[in-house]
């Protein structure tokens, strides 16, 4: 019993560890797209 509530918990631990990973990724990857369009709205500009 002791034995599946520690393998439970680790288990929960681990789904956060990744969750909180894939927030922080989307979060940068949102960012990087928000910058790329900046760039690229100046560039055109520039252009035209």
């Keep these: ?3 599946n509530v520690s393998l439970f918990f ?3 631990n681990y789904k ?3 969750l909180k990973i894939e927030i922080s990724f989307s979060f940068w990857l949102r960012a990087a797209l928000a910058l790329c369009r900046l760039h690229v709205s100046r560039f ?3 252009i035209v």
């Design 1 to 3: 019993f002791f034995a």
């Design 10 to 12: 680790s288990l929960q």
């Design 16 to 18: 956060i560890k990744i």
């Design 44 to 46: 055109l500009y520039w």
